[in-house]
């Protein structure tokens, strides 16, 4: 099992941007495709950007050209870049597998003030 920490969360206004990490444990190569979720209060979790080994990135339309993400196999890190902050960005922030499902970690919260 690979222990996933999400970091780079906060309190930015409209517009802004942040940029998450989620530290691996272990070698994310080995756990494959890559994911960024976020769940807002009283809504379901979803997936907002994925890459996989090869750096092939996918986004949900809700973010696509706001958000990059990307990941560095060699230190095991995962990336979530996002700029054009808006307050329905707002939410608690995962990343986990989506080949082969880790435990998941805390998250890391954004909220977005308008």
């Known amino acids: 099992q690979v222990q996933l920490v999400e970091s780079g969360g906060g309190l930015v206004q409209a517009g802004g941007s942040l940029r998450l990490s989620c530290a691996a444990s272990?070698?994310?190569?080995?756990?494959?495709?890559m994911g960024w979720y976020r769940q807002a209060p009283g809504k379901q979790r979803e997936l907002v950007a994925s890459?996989?080994?090869?750096?092939?990135?996918h986004y949900a339309d809700s973010v696509r050209g706001r958000f990059t993400i990307s990941r560095d196999n060699t230190k095991n890190i995962v990336y979530l870049q996002m700029n054009s902050l808006k307050p329905e960005d707002t939410a608690v922030y995962h990343c986990?597998?989506?080949?082969?499902?880790?435990?998941w970690g805390q998250g890391t919260q954004v909220t977005v003030s308008s």
């Open positions: 986990n597998s989506l080949t082969r499902p880790q435990g």
């Open positions: 272990g070698r994310i190569f080995s756990i494959g495709t």
């Open positions: 890459i996989t080994n090869g750096g092939s990135a």
